[in-house]
T-cell receptor, first 113, second 109 residues
Framework: DGGITQSPKYLFRKEGQNVTLSCEQN?????MYWYRQDPGQGLRLIYY???????QKGDIAEGYSVSREKKESFPLTVTSAQKNPTAFYLC????????????FGNGTRLTVT | GQNIDQPTEMTATEGAIVQINCTYQ??????LFWYQQHAGEAPTFLSY??LDGLEEKGRFSSFLSRSKGYSYLLLKELQMKDSASYLC??????????WGAGTKLIIKP
């Protein structure tokens, strides 16, 4: 079955450490996205990529970095520069058409203490 | 500014009908999405409306009025498994999604 896999589901880190969240899809989708979900707020876009080796900043890119070396993979690194990294992170993909629906992974809950 | 408003929480009874409203103010408009999200899980796509009117998909229907900046999701014959958050998202003129905070729907027996 095709889908998006995020790992791990729960992640704990100490303040000051960088951490990388994994996102893999086998849907053959061109576009991939990273969102952050906080209680009481709508999803906020961190980074997105429409094609391999290219990506753009979203609304809240500061303190985050990404790479897109393969079509299937879009890892997100949360750096020590991110002021409030504790959140639920969702990866998504789409076929790339501007109004195509997003397919989401099950998310990674990151806790930084 | 761009804004999506939807109720924070709603309660309904198993077997009943519930309507979840969403109002949007975005720079341009290229359609409106509804997603369902169970706690701690992935949002899943329910519907996309770009033209005025009602679209029905089984027990779920979605309505759009572009002139009023308004949409609703109608859930019929509610089941316990429908307990979830329902996310409304508008596609603006740049084809960027603007998300509401979601409506938590609680179904009681």
């Amino acid at each position: 079955d095709g889908g998006i896999t995020q790992s791990p589901k729960y992640l704990f880190r100490k303040e000051g450490q960088n951490v990388t969240l994994s996102c893999e899809q086998n849907l053959n989708h061109d576009a991939m996205y990273w969102y952050r979900q906080d209680p009481g707020q709508g999803l906020r876009l961190i980074y997105y990529s429409q094609i391999v080796n290219d990506f753009q900043k979203g609304d809240i890119a500061e303190g985050y970095s990404v790479s897109r070396e393969k079509k299937e993979s879009f890892p997100l690194t949360v750096t020590s520069a991110q002021k409030n990294p504790t959140a639920f992170y969702l990866c998504a993909s789409s076929i790339g058409a501007e109004n195509s629906p997003l397919h989401f992974g099950n998310g990674t809950r990151l806790t930084v203490t | 500014g761009q804004n999506i408003d939807q109720p924070t929480e709603m309660t309904a009874t198993e077997g009943a009908i519930v309507q979840i409203n969403c109002t949007y103010q975005t720079s341009g408009f290229n359609g409106l999405f509804w997603y369902q999200q169970h706690a701690g899980e992935a949002p899943t796509f329910l519907s996309y409306n770009v033209l005025d009117g009602l679209e029905e998909k089984g027990r779920f229907s979605s309505f759009l009025s572009r002139s009023k900046g308004y949409s609703y999701l109608l859930l019929k014959e509610l089941q316990m498994k429908d307990s979830a958050s329902y996310l409304c998202a508008s596609l603006d003129s740049n084809y960027q999604l603007i998300w509401g905070a979601g409506t938590k729907l609680i179904i009681k027996p």
